[in-house]
């Protein structure tokens, strides 16, 4: 299956292109960004992160876990149709939504009346809650994160070596761009330790930490007559789960 936020390589997307430089285009956004950071920042993931964050200190009623992976896994599982007729922050939007309705942190009814509220009232007050521990976890953690490092990294493959890209089913998420798949290239670099994802990815593979490894690829082979004339090389980061030895018989 190809996942629709894959778009490199695929025809028919022909159509104008916009090029609006602006981080947020709409001030609605910022709260979108704003409500994920917020999530990220309180996520039950943070407990075992390397800062060493202590979230039972934080009053917050929110207790599930958050991360990128969500998020992506939001826009990944909206009909594709969908995905296409929104804008960026209006998927996140959609994601979160879901994602919170779907952990019982509120419900569809309780959603429509405060939207139908709104509708009225534009100019309505928005909720205020005030937590100076909340807002310092959040704060913390934009500052200080959470490295995906685990560890001294256990390569594989080593720089010049031949690589391709392995062709797994892709189910709720994936990391492997659609347009790489089943592609070969050269390992320019091998990251310095093993890193972790936030989730597990099932059949895709992504789950232990692995190597991390910056891979060349030619365009001409990636996009065939297609490519651009005299392009430069292509260059990709990819899990080592992603990756097998070139055969010999197709050097």
């Not at 959040?138 to 560890?151: K, M, N, Q």
Request: hydrophobic content about 35%.
């Amino acid at each position: 299956m190809k996942l629709q936020h894959y778009l490199g390589g695929l025809e028919g997307l022909d159509g104008p292109l916009d090029f609006d430089k602006r981080v947020f285009a709409e001030d609605w956004e910022r709260r979108i960004f704003g409500i994920h950071v917020a999530l990220m920042g309180l996520s039950s993931s943070l407990r075992d992160a390397l800062p060493g964050y202590d979230l039972d200190k934080v009053p917050s009623a929110f207790t599930s876990t958050w991360t990128w992976a969500d998020l992506r896994k939001g826009a990944e599982a909206m009909n594709p149709f969908a995905y296409f007729q929104y804008r960026y922050y209006e998927k996140w939007l959609g994601g979160i939504t879901a994602y919170l309705i779907d952990n019982g942190y509120l419900t569809a009814r309780e959603l429509d009346a405060v939207r139908q509220h709104y509708r009225q009232d534009p100019d309505a007050a928005l909720p205020q809650f005030d937590s100076e521990a909340i807002d310092d976890q959040v704060i913390r953690y934009l500052r200080e994160g959470d490295s995906p490092r685990r560890g001294p990294a256990s390569p594989a493959f080593a720089v010049g070596d031949q690589v391709t890209v392995r062709n797994p089913p892709a189910e709720d998420h994936t990391r492997l761009p659609g347009y790489l798949r089943s592609h070969s290239g050269t390992v320019e670099r091998v990251f310095e330790g093993n890193y972790a994802y936030f989730c597990s990815t099932g059949a895709d593979g992504l789950g232990e930490p692995c190597p991390v490894y910056v891979v060349r690829f030619d365009p001409l082979h990636v996009w065939g007559p297609q490519a651009a004339s005299n392009a430069g090389p292509l260059f990709a980061e990819l899990y080592e789960v992603y990756l097998s030895p070139r055969p010999e018989d197709s050097q």
